[in-house]
């Protein structure tokens, strides 16, 4: 997905052993973020796996998340082409903004810079 290259079939059926029998993704919310990133490429916009992933990253945040998996998230989405005006982009970037201190996150440059780069990724 970095490259902008769609995933390859073993990508995919990785994916899939992550799934129960509906389809939908058991690993919690990396590889669900990653899989709507890679369902998005492959089988392009909209699809019925890209957008299950997106509604349940939206729908099933939890307590605990923060910068990172707002950051990871994104960053898979973007890797994949999804644009800022998808409402679960919007959602996380919102939520990113609001974990943003103004001085960046200064124990972690690593997230600092990150967040840097989807900011200029996503225009925002």
Known sequence: ??????????????????????????GGAYPTFAAAGAYWLKEGPKTEMAEWALRWARENTEEWW???????ALT??????????HQSVEMFIEGLKADAPADGFGDDLGLT????????????
């Open 1 to 26: 997905m970095a490259v902008g290259g769609a995933p390859g079939h073993r990508a995919i059926d990785l994916l899939r052993g992550e799934a129960d029998l509906q389809g939908r993704f058991t």
């Open 113 to 124: 810079l990150r967040v840097l780069e989807l900011g200029a990724h996503f225009e925002t």
């Open 66 to 72: 923060g910068p990172w998996e707002y950051a990871t």
């Open 76 to 85: 898979f989405w973007g890797a994949a082409g999804i644009p800022s005006e």
